[in-house]
């Protein structure tokens, strides 16, 4: 039942821009902290970036900071990764993830079946 869907992922040149959507079914979307990963070819998946529930709180890798933006509608169940200024170091698959609040017992999280991001000439 649950799900994260992904779309925008695909083939962009150096400097260009894509955005990333996520839509969210089968649990309780705005309780949620979301985050964006992605995965390397032999590399470990790392955090891209973080959005909280409220108030809206974001985080960033070094690396993308400045480049790419989180954000989430939660009328939508959506969150989307704007990201800018691509550099052939950014190609990876990129995963959507939801996290449950640390309070809760249940630390389950819920992961999309990611996207390849590319970027080359």
């Known amino acids: 039942q649950v799900q994260l869907v992904e779309s925008g992922g695909g083939l962009v040149q150096p400097g260009g821009s894509l955005k990333l959507s996520c839509v969210a079914t089968?649990?309780?979307?705005?309780?949620?902290?979301m985050n964006w990963y992605r995965q390397a070819p032999g590399k470990e998946r790392e955090l891209v970036a973080t959005?909280?529930?409220?108030?809206?709180?974001?985080n960033y890798a070094d690396s993308v900071k400045g480049r790419f933006t989180i954000s989430r509608d939660n009328t939508k169940f959506t969150v989307s990764l704007q990201m800018n200024s691509l550099r052939p170091e950014d190609t990876a698959i990129y995963y959507c993830?939801?996290?449950?609040?640390?309070?809760?017992?249940?630390?389950?999280?819920?992961w999309g079946q990611g996207t390849q991001v590319t970027v080359s000439s």
């Open positions: 993830n939801a996290k449950p609040p640390t309070t809760w017992t249940l630390q389950t999280t819920y």
């Open positions: 089968g649990f309780s979307f705005s309780l949620y902290e």
């Open positions: 959005i909280a529930n409220t108030p809206g709180v974001t």
